[in-house]
T-cell receptor, first 110, second 113 residues
Framework: GQQVMQIPQYQHVQEGEDFTTYCNSSTTLSNIQWYKQRPGGHPVFLIQLVKSGEVKKQKRLTFQFGEAKKNSSLHITATQTTDVGTYFCGGRSGNTPLVFGKGTRLSVIA | SQTIHQWPATLVQPVGSPLSLECTVEGTSNPNLYWYRQAAGRGLQLLFYSVGIGQISSEVPQNLSASRPQDRQFILSSKKLLLSDSGFYLC????????????FGNGTRLTVT
């Protein structure tokens, strides 16, 4: 079945450093969604990417969808303590629910 | 606006006891409904989803079951809990389209002792 792999599992950065998490699928995806889960909270939708090679930005966050629609990345520029949390990618192939990666837990050291 | 309610927030149950977690959605009709479990180091695992009343799809074989007795109500149950059932259970809804974003409830932290 469809699998979504996400790396790294953990990332510790100094405040102000950049951060990137990568998402890879075993199959071509119709779309990919990114979510953020703050410690003790529930996942919150950030963005959806649909088109091959698509790039979207939300302030310091940049999301990319690969040309082959099998991988995606989330890059945060100049991290802040408010960026702490676990970032999940979820992908779909066909008319099925999202399959999530295991997430990347980001810690930011002030 | 749409809201999702999930309860209880925390639950401690002994092994072998039954389980019932309830989730309701307000402000929308005919939503897709989902139950996810989050165990340490395992990300978000889809357990069940439903596209309509009485329609349940199971993604992972286990001793859990789900039911959707009303359009905006989703229930997760077990007849006998196992230690391995401990985890953070999240209910979510989306509009009737798998392409749409998921909206998660606050979750139930279940500890089986």
């Amino acid at each position: 079945g469809q699998q979504v792999m996400q790396i790294p599992q953990y990332q510790h950065v100094q405040e102000g450093e950049d951060f990137t998490t990568y998402c890879n699928s075993s199959t071509t995806l119709s779309n990919i969604q990114w979510y953020k889960q703050r410690p003790g909270g529930h996942p919150v939708f950030l963005i959806q990417l649909v088109k091959s090679g698509e790039v979207k930005k939300q302030k310091r966050l940049t999301f990319q969808f690969g040309e082959a629609k099998k991988n995606s990345s989330l890059h945060i520029t100049a991290t802040q303590t408010t960026d702490v949390g676990t970032y999940f990618c979820g992908g779909r192939s066909g008319n099925t629910p999202l399959v999530f990666g295991k997430g990347t837990r980001l810690s930011v050291i002030a | 606006s749409q809201t999702i309610h999930q309860w209880p927030a925390t639950l401690v149950q002994p092994v072998g006891s039954p389980l019932s977690l309830e989730c309701t959605v307000e402000g929308t009709s005919n939503p897709n409904l989902y139950w996810y479990r989050q165990a340490a180091g395992r990300g978000l695992q889809l357990l069940f989803y439903s596209v309509g009343i009485g329609q349940i799809s199971s993604e992972v074989p286990q001793n859990l079951s789900a039911s959707r007795p009303q359009d905006r109500q989703f229930i997760l149950s077990s007849k006998k809990l196992l230690l391995s059932d401990s985890g953070f259970y999240l209910c979510a809804w989306s509009v009737l389209d798998f392409n749409s974003p998921l909206h998660f409830g606050n979750g139930t932290r279940l500890t089986v002792t």
